[in-house]
């Protein structure tokens, strides 16, 4: 990893990217983007504790979209995204894919 990457220090201020080679360039675009998958996990495995727990109601809020949007300062769209993401329903099968199961057996 190279001294100049934002994913080793994030609140640092950015480096001059001109300056980079291309080698530190290409190892931290792929550091950034380990540590934001790691990240995405996170507040999808917080995000889903949250609605599970029935966080929102024992904190005075409507629903989690309502504290998502208080306590993340984000968008209602964004706070639903967040919770379908988080724990997304079962979608049902299409007629076309039972079709193919059933000729398959």
């Known amino acids: 990893m190279n001294i100049h990457s934002t994913a080793l220090a994030p609140d ?9 080679t291309d080698v530190d360039l290409l190892r931290t675009l792929v550091e950034t983007e380990r540590r934001r998958r790691r990240l995405d996990a996170a507040m999808r495995a917080a995000v889903a504790e949250a609605e599970r ?13 309502e504290l998502l949007t208080d306590l993340l300062r984000i968008s209602a769209p964004e706070a639903r995204r967040r919770i379908e993401y988080a724990a997304p329903q079962a979608r049902p ?10 000729a398959a057996s």
């Open 53 to 65: 727990r029935g966080l929102a109601a024992d904190t005075g809020y409507r629903d989690t979209v």
């Open 93 to 102: 099968r299409s007629r076309k894919v039972w079709r193919v199961l059933a």
């Open 12 to 20: 640092a201020p950015a480096p001059g990217w001109s300056e980079l």
